[in-house]
């Protein structure tokens, strides 16, 4: 709800049919979730720059770099996890409007939270990645040595650990990165976004 009074929205000459029509591609959300260390980012990465490569606009929205200045305000309570996947879902929106692919890699645990992004940004416009690696397979790359950490007490409402992660009933794509190779699981979404018409790869 806006808390804004007087407000009135205002419109453009160029929409998003216009743009799409210029970039030669349609635009939409990848919304990758999973756990910390899943491959949330590596995967996202690396299908931006295989899209880049084929000239199709795209940008990687990455949680640990938007809690640095967008959502620097928020930490990990659910309220602040709400918060924080409203506001990435209302940048994509925008994004999706400027004619982009965004690759978002936020582990986004609570399903309620995911549902009203594909709710806002309407039909076809969110495909979500659920990147299903296992807790153990996770915990063992432990990156950022974080669930070291969160396994000492250290960090108190852990995914994974001490805090919920609601898995999704039905996402377009499902990853286990334990059990595909990086090369695979950008293939399988680059061939879904063709499959679909989103982007062609007729050269
Ligand atoms: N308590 C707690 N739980 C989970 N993750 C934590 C926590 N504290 C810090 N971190 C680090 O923050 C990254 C997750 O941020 P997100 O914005 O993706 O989280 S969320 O979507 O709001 O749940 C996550 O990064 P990724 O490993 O890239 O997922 C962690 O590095
Ligand atoms: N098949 C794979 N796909 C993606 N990442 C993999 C794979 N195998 C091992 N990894 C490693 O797993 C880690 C995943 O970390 P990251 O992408 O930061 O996860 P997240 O963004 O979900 O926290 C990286 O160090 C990456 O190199």
Redesign the pocket.
């Known amino acids: 709800m806006a808390k804004s009074e007087n407000i009135t929205w205002q419109t453009t000459k160029i929409n998003k049919q216009d743009r799409r029509k210029r970039f030669g591609h349609k635009s939409a959300v990848l919304w990758f979730t999973g756990?910390?260390?899943?491959g949330?980012?590596t995967i996202a990465v690396e299908v931006e720059k295989q899209l880049f490569d084929r000239h199709i606009n795209s940008y990687v929205l990455?949680?640990?770099n938007?809690?640095f200045g967008l959502?620097s305000n928020?930490g990990?309570s659910a309220e602040?996890?709400a918060e924080?996947?409203r506001r990435i879902g209302e940048v994509s929106k925008l994004f999706a409007d400027a004619g982009l692919f965004t690759l978002t890699?936020?582990?986004?645990?609570y399903r309620a939270d995911r549902d009203k992004v594909r709710e806002i940004l309407g039909d076809g416009e969110f495909i979500e990645v659920f990147v299903d690696t296992p807790l153990e397979v996770c915990e063992k790359r432990d990156?950022?040595h974080?669930y070291e950490k969160?396994r000492r007490g250290e960090?108190?409402?852990?995914?994974g650990i001490d805090?919920p992660y609601e898995a999704p009933e039905e996402p377009e794509l499902t990853i286990d990165t334990s059990a595909q190779s990086l090369e695979a699981s950008a293939k399988q979404i680059i061939d879904y976004l063709a499959s679909h018409d989103y982007i062609s790869l007729a050269e």
């Open positions: 756990l910390s260390g899943s949330k980012s990455d949680g640990d938007i809690r959502n928020l990990f602040d996890r924080n996947i890699a936020f582990i986004s645990p990156v950022k974080l969160a960090i108190k409402g852990f995914t805090a």
